[in-house]
Structure formats: structure tokens, C-alpha cells
């Protein structure tokens, strides 16, 4: 969370709903992936992956 408040500039509230609104998150929950294994950047780089992918598909919706 600390990492996403200071690269994204997002109070404490606004980086929880940032990280808790993605799949990433569940996968975290979901003790078959171990993805808690993964380092805070790796996690950050899949987090930032996930939401160019999901604002991608936003764009391409509001296109049609």
C-alpha cells in the first residue's frame, strides 16, 4: 500500500480501494498462487499491468 500511495500520490483510503478493486488482490487471497512470495515491486509492476489492461478495454468499449 505504501508504494502504491507514493507512486500513485493517493491518501492511505484511495490506495486501499486502488489495490482491493483488482485481481491481483483476490489472487493474493487465494493461498494456491503464493503470489505473497512475490517482491513489493514485482507486485506493483502486475498491479500497473492489470490497470493499463483494464483501462485499454475501457477505451475500446467507449470506441464501439
Given at each position: 500500500v505504501e508504494l502504491v500511495m507514493k507512486k500513485k500520490v493517493l491518501l492511505?483510503?484511495?490506495?486501499?480501494?486502488?489495490?482491493y478493486?483488482?485481481?491481483l488482490y483476490k489472487?493474493?487471497?487465494?493461498?494456491?498462487?503464493k503470489l505473497w512470495y512475490s517482491s513489493t515491486l514485482?507486485?506493483?509492476?502486475a498491479?500497473?499491468?492489470e490497470k493499463a489492461e483494464l483501462a485499454k478495454e475501457k477505451a475500446a468499449k467507449k470506441k464501439k
Open positions: 492511505l483510503e484511495d490506495a486501499l480501494y486502488y489495490i478493486s483488482t485481481q489472487s493474493l487471497l487465494d493461498e494456491n498462487t514485482s507486485l506493483y509492476e498491479l500497473e499491468k
